[in-house]
């Protein structure tokens, strides 16, 4: 069985859902040997825009376990070092462009979690 390779690093391994701008697939790095979410956006320029606004916002809270005030209140509350898991937000590894037989996607990898809001509605 043939599995897609994407940014020479995810093998596809199965789809998880879908929605009006995007389908999220199950994929694993084989560099990390890790499972990771990939969300592969429409290729239209109006959804690859928007892209870049989500994409802002996810890196601003994957980073925000960073910023000095954030880990010291952190640290002051729990008693201990702060650690991305803290911040109690999706997470965002990764990012990048894959050109399909459908145009150029914008994708967005980030941490395998539960059901998906529609599925627990």
Same mark, same amino acid.
């Given at each position: 069985?043939?599995?897609?390779?994407?940014? /020479?690093?995810?093998?596809? #391994?199965?789809?998880?859902?879908?929605?009006?701008? /995007? +389908?999220?697939?199950? *994929? #694993?790095?084989?560099? !990390?040997?890790?499972?990771?979410? $990939?969300?592969?956006?429409? /290729?239209?320029?109006?959804?690859?825009?928007? %892209?870049?606004?989500?994409?802002? @916002?996810?890196?601003?809270?994957?980073? %925000?376990?960073?910023?000095?005030?954030?880990?010291?209140?952190?640290?002051?509350? &729990?008693?201990?070092? *702060? +650690?991305?898991? !803290? +911040?109690?937000?999706?997470?965002?590894?990764?990012?990048?462009?894959?050109?399909?037989? %459908?145009?150029?996607?914008?994708?967005?990898?980030?941490? &395998?979690?539960?059901?998906?809001? $529609?599925? #627990? @509605?």
């Amino acid at each position: 069985m043939h599995r897609e390779l994407l940014d /020479s690093k995810y093998i596809i #391994l199965k789809k998880l859902g879908f929605g009006a701008f /995007s +389908t999220v697939w199950l *994929a #694993l790095n084989i560099k !990390d040997r890790k499972l990771y979410a $990939l969300k592969v956006m429409k /290729s239209a320029d109006k959804y690859t825009k928007t %892209s870049y606004t989500e994409e802002e @916002i996810n890196r601003l809270v994957a980073e %925000s376990h960073n910023n000095p005030a954030w880990l010291e209140s952190i640290k002051r509350y &729990v008693g201990r070092a *702060a +650690t991305r898991d !803290d +911040t109690h937000c999706l997470q965002m590894h990764d990012w990048f462009f894959h050109h399909g037989t %459908s145009g150029r996607h914008f994708v967005m990898c980030f941490e &395998v979690l539960g059901k998906n809001l $529609l599925t #627990l @509605i």
